[in-house]
């Protein structure tokens, strides 16, 4: 349903098709990935560490392994990598001064140009984040993401638009830490219960978000919702599904 449709009224569906009450919340706080933006595109990011893998003369298999190694992932979550240089030098396991300058720098700009491309608002999101700025909700981001995503946001179209901003890679931990929670409300200077978290159900953060004393609103869209259904946090959801990022002024 979209703004104008069935939903905006009294009640609100969830995934089994109960109805809940609408909200009235004082602060909205998005995911980024798969509710704000399109899911990253995991099959083009491998092509693309494939393509600076060559730009660096390196063999591509060995830093893709490197890259989407378990220990690496969690420390580009986390905090581990102060930025893209420091990332890029860990899965090549040499200083970049190894490298020549140049190319370093080339690998750098196409990593950076990936993320950007990446960043694109899915249709409605930027005028749904003014509307509710419009009608006094506070708009916060928390976002599990690694150093290119706070680099790049500035000048993302997003930026003008939030109250108050968390990354994971800034924060040294990630969802569903009830830390990082609490560290999104307090952004905004509001309380848990004043706050509804809108995702697409990773990383169990509807969850997390409840257990943080927070309401919580799963964004399901057509196209996604067989990926979504595969997670944990979906399938076993009862709380409030949308299917269009403007629903949420629908349900607020």
């Known amino acids: 349903m979209v703004p104008g449709g069935e939903g905006c009224c009294e009640y609100i569906k969830c995934i089994d098709g109960l109805e809940l009450p609408l909200m009235t919340p004082s602060a909205v706080i998005f995911d980024?990935?798969?509710?704000?933006?399109?899911?990253?595109?995991?099959d083009a990011y491998i092509v693309r560490v494939r393509e600076i893998a060559r730009v660096l003369s390196m063999?591509?298999?060995?830093?893709?392994?490197?890259?989407?190694?378990?220990?690496?992932?969690r420390m580009c979550l986390t905090g581990g990598?102060?930025?893209?240089p420091?990332?890029?030098?860990?899965?090549?396991?040499?200083p970049l001064a190894c490298f020549d300058a140049e190319k370093v720098?080339?690998?750098l700009?196409?990593?950076?140009?990936?993320?950007?491309?990446?960043?694109?608002?899915?249709?409605?999101?930027?005028?749904?984040?003014?509307?509710?700025?419009s009608r006094g909700c506070r708009v916060g981001l928390l976002s599990d993401c690694g150093p290119d995503?706070?680099?790049?946001?500035?000048?993302?179209?997003?930026?003008p638009h939030f109250d108050g901003l968390v990354f994971s890679c800034r924060t040294g931990t990630k969802k569903p830490d009830p830390k990082i929670y609490q560290l999104a409300y307090n952004s905004l200077g509001v309380k848990p219960e004043g706050c509804v978290y809108v995702a697409d159900g990773n990383s169990m953060e509807l969850t997390g978000a409840r257990n943080a004393g927070m309401s919580a609103v799963l964004i399901c869209m057509p196209q996604d919702r067989e990926q979504i259904m595969q997670r944990e946090d979906p399938r076993s959801w009862d709380g409030p599904v949308i299917e269009d990022i403007r629903e949420i002024l629908s349900v607020i």
């Open 86 to 94: 420091a990332q890029l030098e860990y899965c090549v396991r040499k």
């Open 109 to 133: 700009n196409m990593h950076d140009d990936f993320t950007r491309r990446s960043m694109v608002p899915r249709a409605g999101a930027i005028d749904t984040l003014k509307e509710l700025r």
């Open 105 to 107: 720098n080339l690998a």
């Open 81 to 84: 990598f102060a930025d893209v």
């Open 149 to 159: 995503i706070p680099t790049l946001w500035g000048a993302s179209e997003f930026a």
């Open 32 to 42: 980024l990935g798969g509710t704000l933006i399109d899911n990253w595109d995991q």
């Open 59 to 73: 063999d591509s298999d060995e830093l893709v392994s490197n890259w989407i190694d378990p220990e690496a992932v």
